[in-house]
């Protein structure tokens, strides 16, 4: 594993953090298949972003679990902003770099993400076709999120008063006063409405997977660009790379899973259900993150084959 800077080629004044992680028996003078693999919102690369990515890295792949701008180690200001429009445009970043590394076969690139990652995912092979595979693990639409709830039970119009709040932020920001914040999972163990979410809480706050470059808040003026975003905008028309999805049975986030796997354009799409697991248990629950990779791990290698991403490329 390597521990890597480089400069976010959407915006030079970002330096990125990430860490790349070699397949073993390593040659730099070969070229491996890549996977770019991306946080949940509030995480970091040293947690699941970077379970999976070691794991894949296991079966021959070279993979780049990073920091999205802002946040993590990775440079910005505001600290925690989490733009969706921005983190879709990391993912590309990302890949910027990837192909200036010269064991990388830049006709062979992935993408995966967890939680809000794997949106940002889905939403950045939409438009970069480099990304010639996409895998996604407890698969969250950020905007859908916001405006409909954990449980899909909201109607959108009722997020207009987060609308009104990231506009009131944006303002109280300008002024110089202390930058106002949200919790992207819940901050205290009291707050959580249910026990998945508390294993959320349980994930980031506690000694289970807490980095304290991972505080769990972003900021609240994200609230105007997070609640209008749609990570599966024009997925119907453009995603059309193979597509491998997966979520936990008993998931309460696993309706965006559904949606995704039903707007997406790909006739090359598969949808593994892991029995038994929740949302938090596919990020480092052992037996359900085995099975993820038992299907992610196949699925890459045989789609970011020679063989097959010709076909991918014509698409």
Known sequence: MEKVNFTNTNNPAIRMAALINFPEGFDKGQKYPAIVVSHPGGGVKEQTAGTYAARLAKEGFVTIAYDASYQGEST???????????????????????????YVDNDR?????????????????INDRRIKAVGTVSAVNIGSMFRNGWDNDIKSIDAMPALVGGSAARTSDASGAEIATIPLAPMNEADAPNEELRQAWEYYHTPRAECATAPGYATARSLTQIIPYDAYFMADVYLTQPLQVIAGSVAGSKWMSDDLFERAASTDKQFHIVEGANHMDLYDGKKYVDEACSVLSPFFEQKLSASSVGSVAAA
């Open 109 to 125: 690139i992935g993408a995966m993400g967890i939680c809000a990652g794997a949106g940002y995912t889905a939403n950045a092979a």
């Open 76 to 102: 910005g200001e505001p600290r925690q902003l989490e733009n969706p429009h921005v983190r879709t445009e990391d993912v590309s970043a990302v890949i910027d770099h990837l192909t200036t590394l010269p």
